[in-house]
């Protein structure tokens, strides 16, 4: 659906990149890598987006770095948007509803990240949880999100020995109780 809004892979790429996930940020280069896409493609999206507002820049060891402009008005309704499009919030309404005690769900890997790899990996972070309903709606949601599930339940404990604070800069909240 995100495809027929908006004609530019480039830009779809980075929206995922930038909006996803409010605290990545990268420089061109490191998006040539990440993309498989030439420079200049990349360069004039970045260009757009800045002017817009929608992104900030900034210096960082003699390279330049762009960010999210958390900041913009319509930052957490294209974050939102993306949640969608991505398949996020059908699983979430079903997992919240049915699953049990869930404190905290949050993404991690690549899509924490900003990348469309393929793969949605989920933390979910309960004390109790009905793992044989969630196999069942994640073998529903697949097909439909064109993208594989992976998860892991954690009670409290176990989370904050599997990620302390200092290691949490690689997930993405997506629910909190």
């Known amino acids: 659906m995100l495809d027929t809004l908006v004609t530019s892979k480039t830009r779809i790429k980075l929206l995922l990149k930038f909006f996803l996930n409010a605290q990545s940020s990268a420089y061109l280069r490191s998006l040539e890598a990440e993309f498989g896409e030439s420079t200049n493609a990349i360069r004039v999206e970045l260009n757009r987006f800045e002017k817009a507002g929608l992104l900030e820049s900034f210096s960082e060891r003699n390279k330049k770095m762009f960010k999210a402009n958390t900041n913009h008005p ?86 904050v020995n599997k990620f302390p604070a200092k290691n949490q800069k690689n997930l993405l909240l997506i629910f909190s109780k």
């Open 74 to 159: 319509v930052f957490k309704e294209i974050q939102s948007m993306l949640l969608k499009f991505i398949g996020i919030d059908q699983i979430l309404d079903k997992i919240i509803n049915r699953l049990g005690d869930i404190n905290k769900v949050f993404i991690t890997g690549d899509f924490a990240m900003g990348k469309d790899s393929g793969q949605i990996d989920l933390v979910i972070v309960s004390e109790k949880t009905d793992t044989e309903y969630l196999n069942h709606l994640i073998g529903k949601t697949e097909p439909l999100i064109k993208r594989k599930i992976l998860y892991q339940i954690l009670d409290q404990v176990q989370f």
